[in-house]
């Protein structure tokens, strides 16, 4: 084997707002490559902002090839790979088929206004704050997750039979990179859900059970740098 196939690089994963990126660093940490694609931005009605998720996965898996490709390396010399994204924004898919039963709500999107003002005419502003660092408000995951379940038909049905699996667009990508194998996220997409217990570290079973949402959809939560599993570049194993 060639000197140039004993080399390994690092891959970091940005899926952003507007684009995904791929960036290919070498072992002192010099960018080699970058890939980037843009893709739709959906706003079904004012103060509403939605994504494919199926759009983002095939910009951000196609950017990885293209960064690989473009340096000339082979899918045995990536030694990890680490995902940085865009974070409240909320997917739900079927864990049997991988499909996403509605676009991804961004993080942006205000859909979930009058659930976040029933959960302060409720009383609960100072419990989320306390429990989740965070304010009441549709910019976290909690709410748009919840209105998902209430809207799509059959979801919630779908939901509390175990077939339905929710997550932020790391632990989306992350299923899809894993071919289904790994449901997880880390503490730092976990705590902007308003469903994360902070203190904890753990989901918050209060507000699971007032947002009625099964905790089966969640994904584990886990240190941001570990190994969480096996990646599968363009059909092929890597690291």
């Known amino acids: 084997m060639t000197d140039k196939h004993n080399k390994k690089y690092v891959v970091a994963l940005d899926q952003g707002t507007t684009s995904s990126r791929a960036i290919v660093f070498d072992r002192d940490a ?3 490559s970058q890939a980037q694609r843009e893709f739709a931005q959906f706003y079904p009605q004012a103060g509403w902002v939605e994504h494919d998720p199926m759009e983002i996965w095939a910009t951000q898996s196609s950017t990885l090839v293209e960064a690989l490709a473009q340096a000339s390396i082979e899918h045995d010399q990536v030694a990890a790979i680490g995902i940085t994204n865009q974070r409240e924004t909320t997917v739900v898919w079927d864990r049997h088929s991988g499909r996403p039963i509605h676009n991804a709500i961004v993080w942006q999107c205000r859909r979930s206004a009058a659930i976040c003002a029933q959960l302060k005419r409720d009383g609960l502003e100072d419990y989320i704050r306390e429990t989740t660092g965070l304010v009441t408000d549709p910019y976290f995951s909690g709410t748009k997750l919840k209105w998902i379940l209430d ?3 059959g ?3 779908r939901a509390r039979n ?4 929710f997550g932020t667009i790391d632990t989306w990508l ?4 894993t071919e289904g194998k790994v449901h997880v996220t880390d503490y730092t997409n976990a705590s902007r859900t308003m469903l994360f217990n902070i203190h904890s570290l753990d ?5 699971l059970e007032v947002l009625d949402i099964p ?3 969640l994904p584990e939560v886990r240190n941001s740098s570990e190994v969480y599993g096996n990646a599968r570049i363009g059909g092929v194993g890597g690291g």
Not at 162 to 165: M, N, S
Not at 174 to 177: G, M, R, T
Not at 203 to 207: E, K
């Open 30 to 32: 010099n960018v080699v």
């Open 151 to 153: 809207n799509v038909e």
């Open 155 to 157: 979801a919630r049905e």
């Open 162 to 165: 175990g077939d339905l699996l």
């Open 174 to 177: 992350i299923w899809k990179l």
């Open 203 to 207: 989901w918050d079973a209060r507000m």
């Open 215 to 217: 905790r089966s959809m």
